[in-house]
């Protein structure tokens, strides 16, 4: 009941990926350089033509917010924005260092008893989890329940209707 009681929102601590860190402070500092290489502008109309009797027009990735992924690397020639990076990867390393030596402990915010729980819990597949309507709780529900339920309201014809297609294209 502890380990339910503190919701959805709560993380617990985990083991200590260092590779998986220093991906994503290598990501971070690609992050940054980007915005300083373009000023925090965005470029590019890149259009998609969509072959369809239903759509003349052309579509464009801007009208819906998408872009194609970049590799690009900006060249490391701001001086202030690699002095942060090679600030913070020096921190970052010194918390390794420190981490290895046995100097810095990770303090686990789970008892033994609730590490179990959650493991058994996350483990049975014939649960779901779900955020209460109202209050932020957490509720468990049978798997089979669960879909019986959501089979019976789909299954409702005074309520819901089946379509031919999809409406969002029909505009």
Do not use: W
């Not at 994503?24 to 373009?38: A, E, P, Y």
């Amino acid at each position: 009941m502890n380990l339910l009681k503190k919701g959805l929102s709560f993380s617990p601590t985990g083991t200590l990926d260092t590779f998986s860190l220093d991906i994503v402070l290598q990501r971070f500092f690609r992050n940054i350089r980007l915005k300083t290489h373009f000023n925090n502008t965005k470029s590019g109309t890149d259009e998609v033509k969509v072959d369809s009797n239903t759509y003349s027009d052309q579509l464009t990735l801007k009208q819906f917010s998408l872009r194609i992924k970049s590799n690009f690397t900006p060249p490391k020639i701001y001086h202030p924005v690699e002095t942060f990076a090679n600030l913070v990867q020096r921190d970052f390393n010194q918390l390794l260092q420190q981490c290895k030596q046995g100097d810095l402990h990770i303090r686990h915010n789970l008892t033994s008893e609730e590490k179990h729980a959650l493991n058994h819990l996350l483990d049975d597949k014939s649960l779901i989890f779900k955020p209460a309507d109202k209050g932020g709780a957490l509720v468990i529900l049978d798997k089979e329940y669960y879909i019986k339920e959501i089979m019976s309201q789909l299954n409702d014809t005074l309520t819901y209707k089946i379509l031919d297609s999809d409406p969002v294209y029909s505009i």
